[in-house]
């Protein structure tokens, strides 16, 4: 299983960045898939869920600037990222959201500037 996200970058707070997250070996229409962050120096949380069934859950933090969809074609999960924050810089990271988590990619860097 390779888990492999991209998209992230610099932006200014306030501003708006779309990750991407492909998988091989495994399909995510059959997972719970979910993207994770983690900020230097912290530990990684969960911030976005999609369930197999579709069902979106989120985050405090996160909650009405993301959205986490699913393109079952593509095999593909992203997150649109909007209204960003410098608490947002992080690595982010996308994996199954329960049971055991597949090997984790490099994950995408995300810094947003003030």
């Known amino acids: 299983v390779q888990l492999q996200a991209s998209g992230g970058g610099l932006v200014q707070a306030g501003g708006s960045l779309r990750l991407s997250c492909a998988a091989s070996g495994i399909a995510f229409s059959m997972n719970h898939v979910a993207w994770y962050r983690q900020a230097p120096g912290k530990q990684r949380l969960l911030i976005a869920t999609?369930?197999?069934?579709?069902?979106?859950i989120y985050a405090d933090s996160v909650k009405g600037r993301f959205t986490i969809s699913r393109d079952n074609a593509k095999n593909t999960v992203y997150l649109q990222m909007n209204s960003l924050k410098p608490e947002d810089t992080a690595v982010y990271y996308c994996?199954?959201?329960?049971?055991?988590?597949?090997?984790w990619g490099q994950g995408t860097l995300v810094t947003v500037s003030s």
């Open positions: 999609i369930t197999r069934e579709g069902s979106l």
């Open positions: 994996n199954r959201a329960s049971g055991s988590l597949y090997p």
